[in-house]
C-alpha cells in the first residue's frame, strides 16, 4: 500500500467518490425530501459530473491544478447551495498542495483543515448545526489524530470514513439550525441530514479509491 498520494492516486480516489454519489443519488434525496425540497441527490451528481469530467486528460499531471479546477468547475454548477460548499472545499483543498507532487498523512491533515477554513467563506455552522459540518468536522479530527500519531494512509482513511459516517448518522438525533430544514423546527429530528450524508459518502469514495483501487 503507498504511503504518499500523488496525482495518479488522487485521480483514483476521486474516481471512486465519483462513482459513490452516483449510487446514493437516490438515497440521498430521499433524506433530503424528509427535511427539504428533495434535490440533493440530484444536485451531488451534477457535482459528480464536474468532478469526473477533469479525471482524464489534464495535461498538467498536477494536484494543485487538478483540484482547483475541480474547485472551480462545482462553484459553477446549477446545484444550489452545494455547489458554493463543496466548490470552496475543493478549492481549500487546492490551495493547501501548492507545488507538491504528492502528500502523506500530516500532508493529508494539513489539506482538509484548510478545506475547512475555506469552506468558513460560505457557511458559519458549527458542529450540532445538522449540516455537512457534522460529518466533516469528525473526519478532521480522525486524520490529524493519526497524523499526530504518524498512521499510515490507509488507516488514516478508514479513520477518517468512519469518522465522517459516525457524524453523518448522528444527526439524526439533531435539530436543524442551519440550512432549509431549520424551517421545520423539531420536525427535523429523527432523519439524517443529507449534506452530512453526502460528505460521509465523500470520504467513503476518498478511502476506496486509495484502497481498491
Same mark, same amino acid.
Given at each position: /500500500?503507498?504511503?504518499?498520494?500523488?496525482?495518479?492516486?488522487?485521480?483514483?480516489?476521486?474516481?471512486?467518490?465519483?462513482?459513490?454519489?452516483?449510487?446514493?443519488?437516490?438515497?440521498?434525496?430521499?433524506?433530503?425530501?424528509?427535511?427539504?425540497?428533495?434535490?440533493? $441527490?440530484?444536485?451531488?451528481?451534477?457535482?459528480?459530473?464536474?468532478?469526473?469530467?477533469?479525471?482524464?486528460?489534464?495535461? =498538467?499531471?498536477? &494536484?494543485?491544478? &487538478?483540484?482547483?479546477?475541480?474547485?472551480?468547475?462545482? /462553484?459553477?454548477?446549477?446545484?444550489?447551495?452545494?455547489?458554493?460548499?463543496?466548490?470552496?472545499?475543493?478549492?481549500?483543498?487546492?490551495?493547501?498542495?501548492?507545488?507538491?507532487?504528492?502528500?502523506?498523512?500530516?500532508?493529508?491533515?494539513?489539506?482538509?483543515?484548510?478545506?475547512?477554513?475555506? &469552506?468558513?467563506?460560505?457557511? =458559519?455552522?458549527?458542529?450540532?448545526?445538522?449540516?455537512?459540518?457534522?460529518?466533516?468536522?469528525?473526519?478532521?479530527?480522525?486524520?490529524?489524530?493519526?497524523?499526530?500519531?504518524?498512521?499510515?494512509?490507509?488507516?488514516? &482513511?478508514?479513520?477518517?470514513? =468512519?469518522?465522517?459516517?459516525?457524524?453523518?448518522?448522528?444527526?439524526?438525533?439533531?435539530?436543524?439550525?442551519? $440550512?432549509?430544514?431549520?424551517?421545520?423546527?423539531?420536525?427535523?429530528?429523527?432523519?439524517?441530514?443529507?449534506?452530512?450524508?453526502? /460528505?460521509?459518502?465523500?470520504?467513503?469514495?476518498?478511502?476506496? $479509491?486509495?484502497?481498491?483501487?
Amino acid at each position: /500500500m503507498p504511503d504518499r498520494i500523488d496525482y495518479d492516486i488522487m485521480v483514483r480516489m476521486l474516481s471512486a467518490v465519483v462513482r459513490r454519489i452516483r449510487e446514493a443519488k437516490d438515497t440521498l434525496s430521499t433524506l433530503d425530501a424528509a427535511t427539504g425540497d428533495g434535490d440533493h $441527490g440530484t444536485a451531488m451528481c451534477k457535482i459528480a459530473y464536474a468532478i469526473a469530467q477533469h479525471l482524464d486528460g489534464n495535461s =498538467n499531471d498536477d &494536484l494543485q491544478s &487538478l483540484l482547483s479546477t475541480i474547485g472551480w468547475s462545482i /462553484m459553477g454548477t446549477d446545484s444550489g447551495s452545494a455547489g458554493p460548499l463543496y466548490g470552496s472545499w475543493f478549492l481549500g483543498l487546492s490551495e493547501s498542495c501548492a507545488n507538491s507532487d504528492d502528500f502523506d498523512t500530516t500532508g493529508f491533515a494539513v489539506m482538509i483543515e484548510h478545506s475547512l477554513s475555506n &469552506l468558513r467563506n460560505y457557511t =458559519n455552522a458549527q458542529p450540532g448545526g445538522k449540516t455537512m459540518i457534522d460529518a466533516l468536522c469528525p473526519a478532521i479530527d480522525a486524520v490529524r489524530k493519526a497524523a499526530d500519531e504518524q498512521k499510515s494512509l490507509e488507516d488514516t &482513511l478508514i479513520s477518517a470514513a =468512519n469518522a465522517a459516517e459516525n457524524g453523518a448518522q448522528q444527526t439524526k438525533n439533531m435539530q436543524a439550525s442551519f $440550512g432549509r430544514a431549520k424551517n421545520i423546527g423539531e420536525r427535523s429530528i429523527g432523519h439524517v441530514d443529507p449534506g452530512a450524508a453526502s /460528505m460521509s459518502i465523500i470520504f467513503s469514495g476518498l478511502k476506496e $479509491g486509495f484502497i481498491d483501487g
